[in-house]
């Protein structure tokens, strides 16, 4: 039918399985409300870990097993021929004409330069440190929202929305360095418009000579309304930075991404990468739109399978709390290394579900080899990280059951791509195109998961059970909100009171330099010392308490 590119062997036939699609729309019909999910069947249907099909004109190779990935991501040339992304309508005006890491083509100079930008300034293991004390402060405020919501008399908590809460706060501060302690509901408007335009489905997308429908179904006005608040956005937030950089001593605050991203416009030697506003913005989308909703589908789809599986949640806490003792009531950072069963439950749950199921969509940049066949140029690919998770023949008989004891005795640490050579857990994506958020995101979802075990005891509400209903968009959330009964630790809740009080007490940099002399001491080389205590004021002078600290929770 209507394939663009000549997809076919030299007998003539398909080199792989092609469901049966209709004219014009090709398969479209048959993707439903969870394509993840319809993906699955169909390949299930057809036995195809790899399948061809025709979204609309778009021939598209869906990847459903372990073994099709390690077939199609093998090393060598496949990765650069697959390391595009499609132009799609939303992306494109969002990402201010494709100039940011997450959609910008692979081959000019700026994607490469941008993401060896964000990875050594941005996203990096330091940088990534260097932001612990606003993690460790809204971990402790995310506890005492927890705490206030349930009131100390067992009523339900919405924990979805204390989780999309707390990552939005914790992105938006080492983003923006915004810490006014409010969530600002236009901002937050904005934001979410823009998740659901980045995951809506535009018909342009698929069949470019119908795009004229988007306009008739309103989804092209309501992309430039969007685009217009966000930017009228972003532009507030820069010139606060700019007006700050000019009146403020440099070494008066620590810089938050704005300040980074700043910093290289003005410097010649990244001049033509971030020399326009534009492209600032763009990254800023980046962060935003891969780092927040993502890591709180991660916490809140963990938090599902504990409340489901009561051992798995016993034992996981019986190791936070065995860790940090009785006399603390807050997981710190420097806990995180000793929590190896709760990093196997994280892995367990972001097999089963990826936050990202279908990943980020891929089109080859120029032919390649798949199984001796060669797949065009201009092929999408979707890799279907949901259905791989599930694979019986990569996790075994009882691939759908969750057990984080399979993940025992495998490489955890994070530096090196979650999927290793078996291509079996891919949430983070695959080969040069993966997230380069990992650090940034295990270290949020860790160190939140550690202080919900840690501080309450979790169960669903009237003896019920936590469903495991899906809602699509861009990251798949659940379709109804988690909300737990969460019981206070017994003993802990003075403790609470009093650690609030006193980090309310202690200046910013006391209270990270406390939190650091306890635990990082052990680590450091003396000749190291006066380096990180430097860039602890740094931090600390940055980091005043946030404004859920400021209300004791009612139950105290
Ligand atoms: C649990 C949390 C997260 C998950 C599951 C996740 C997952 C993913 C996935 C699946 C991709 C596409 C990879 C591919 O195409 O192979 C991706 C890309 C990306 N992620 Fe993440 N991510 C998470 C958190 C973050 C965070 C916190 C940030 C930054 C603050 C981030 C920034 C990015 C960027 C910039 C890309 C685009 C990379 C490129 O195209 O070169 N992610 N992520």
Request: charged share 25%; with cysteine.
């Amino acid at each position: 039918m209507l394939l663009s590119p000549p997809f076919k062997t030299s007998s003539g036939s398909s080199p792989f399985p092609r469901p049966w699609g209709l004219p014009i729309i090709g398969n479209l019909h048959q993707l439903g409300a969870l394509p993840q999910a319809s993906l699955s069947s169909l390949a299930a249907e057809h036995a195809a870990p790899l399948m061809l099909l025709r979204l609309g004109s778009v021939p598209t190779l869906v990847v459903s097993s372990a073994d099709a990935a390690r077939a199609v991501f093998r090393r060598g040339s496949n990765d650069r021929a697959l390391s595009g992304r499609p132009a799609l309508r939303a992306a494109a005006t969002l990402s201010y004409g494709l100039r940011n890491v997450s959609f910008a083509p692979p081959g000019g100079e700026f994607w490469r330069a941008a993401r060896r930008a964000c990875l050594s300034e941005l996203l990096g293991a330091p940088r990534v440190r260097a932001f612990r004390a606003v993690r460790e402060d809204e971990a402790t405020a995310l506890v005492a929202a927890v705490a206030d919501e349930s009131r100390g008399d067992g009523s339900a908590v919405n924990l979805s929305d204390r989780l999309v809460a707390a990552t939005s706060r914790i992105v938006r501060r080492v983003a923006f360095g915004d810490d006014d302690g409010e969530d600002n509901i236009q901002t937050k408007a904005i934001l979410e418009e823009t998740q659901r335009l980045l995951g809506a489905f535009f018909v342009a997308d698929y069949m470019p000579w119908l795009g004229w429908l988007d306009t008739l179904r309103g989804l092209r006005r309501r992309l430039e309304r969007n685009f217009h608040e966000l930017d009228a956005f972003y532009e507030k937030v820069i010139d606060e930075h700019v007006h700050r950089r000019t009146t403020m001593s440099n070494n008066s605050k620590e810089e938050d991404l704005v300040d980074v991203l700043l910093r290289l416009h003005d410097d010649p030697a990244h001049r033509s990468t971030f020399g326009s506003r534009g492209a600032i913005k763009g990254i800023l989308t980046d962060m935003f739109i891969a780092g927040t909703d993502t890591s709180s589908a991660a916490v809140e789809w963990t938090m599902t399978e504990l409340v489901r599986n009561p051992d798995v949640l016993a034992k996981a806490q019986r190791e936070v709390r065995g860790v940090v003792g009785d006399n603390r009531d807050a997981v710190l950072e420097s806990d995180l290394p000793r929590l190896h069963y709760l990093k196997l439950v994280i892995r367990e749950s972001l097999r089963l579900h990826p936050p990202a199921p279908l990943l980020v969509p891929r089109e080859t940049t120029e032919p390649c080899t798949v199984h001796g066949h060669v797949v065009p140029a201009g092929t999408r690919v979707l890799v279907n990280a949901k259905a791989i998770g599930a694979d019986p023949d990569a996790w075994g008989p009882d691939a759908a059951r969750f057990v984080p004891e399979r993940h025992d005795g495998g490489d955890l640490n994070d530096h090196k791509p979650w999927h290793d050579d078996t291509f079996r857990l891919v949430p983070f994506g695959l080969g040069r195109r993966s997230c380069p958020g990992v650090h940034f995101a295990t270290a949020v979802v860790e160190l939140l998961l550690a202080n919900l075990l840690l501080c309450f005891d979790w169960r669903a509400p009237h003896g019920g059970e936590v469903d495991l209903e899906e809602e699509n968009g861009l990251t798949v959330h659940r379709k109804n909100p988690l909300v737990l009964v969460a019981e206070r630790r017994r003993g802990a809740a003075s403790g609470l009171h009093e650690q609030l009080h006193e980090r309310l007490q202690l200046k910013p940099s006391q209270r990270v330099k406390k939190a650091a002399a306890s635990c990082m001491e052990p680590f450091l080389k003396p000749e190291t010392t006066l380096a990180v205590e430097e860039e602890l004021e740094n931090v600390a002078l940055r980091a005043p308490p946030p404004a859920a600290l400021l209300q004791v929770p009612k139950c105290l």
